[in-house]
């Protein structure tokens, strides 16, 4: 990255913690194609006859799979992040398969509790401790959402999507290398404008696989962390009078450093720390309370102009389950823009913009399939009741 631009990002890409404050910036650097390589084929080796892959996580991480399985249509890749019963029993029949979980440090605990039930074969994707590291410098300054396209987390896919042909890799690896200039000029600019026109409404036109992705990177970075601004992001889409266009590349590396060049420049502008999540503890404080059952609206829907309904299911959708979800919620709230996500993988992508967004009406949807997840839900409720339905 050019220096200019870095020493602008800095001060903003600290991540702070109690007393630590730790830059996760390592994002943009450069990383040797023989680092990649070498963590390659020790995944290789942890993964030798093995036909199916399982990769579990949360937020960015399995989004960033669940994009790449989607682009390349990668036929022996699998990736589970819900709770509900039915995700795994989905996975029952898999021949000879290997669970890949992921977690920066080892103790999410959707990920940790999938790999116990989990009963075959699991190795682990760790900042430190695991089977792999996963940056290739064995650094720990890469949060989550900026993962990819810079650490094993994206290339390990990458890697089974190519059928494993190095070579083939260098080659996206080298040109995607050779666009990062052009990249961080033309995204550092457009950022900066947007940030001085105040934009707060994203229309992001780009591959759909991407749509969680893309969505969790601009608004859990830049969401409920200033007071007045509350970004959303709408993917795709006949344009929508008031949002701001922005097209990414076809390119799933490009575009994904189209957005994080994008983010940072914006942050600056804003003045916005854009590497940390810091209101996500607030549910997780609440989860193993002794909270109220019932599941009573606190919410009159009437009070405030609400622009958008976010639909949170808290159980495992099929795609076809989710359009299908949001055709019955674009029929009871004809005038709103209707949004659908599953829970608890919303908690880790979309929280923390959450909690400050007044123009949005929450409705999270308990199917009541596993005890921890009905406890996540409530405990989210109990955090956003005032503009929230727990059904």
Known sequence: MKPEILEQIKPYGIEIKGEERNERLGWTKTV?????????LEFEQLTSGVENFVFSAMGGSINTVKAIKKIYGVKNIYTIDSLDPKAMAELDSLNNPIMIAISKSGTTLETK?????????VIWI???DGDLQVQFDGQKDIGGRFSAPNTIIFWA?????VNKDLIKLKEIYDKYEAKRPEIEERMWSLGQELAEKNVQYFQLDCNPALETWVTQLLEESLGSKIEGYNPKTIVNGDQIQGFEKVRLSENIMEAMYEEQILVASMAVGKRITFVDQPGVEQYKKLINCDLRNDSKDGTDTSVRPYKFVEVVNYGYMKDEERKSLKTEYQEKYPDKIILVFEGSDWNHHSYQAALENKETLFILIDKKTDPILTKIARATYETIKEKAILI
């Open 113 to 121: 509790t999938l790999a116990e039930r989990w009963g075959k074969k």
């Open 32 to 40: 040797p194609f023989e680092l990649i390589e070498k963590e390659l």
């Open 126 to 128: 760790k900042d430190s």
């Open 157 to 161: 896919p990458m890697y089974l999507a």
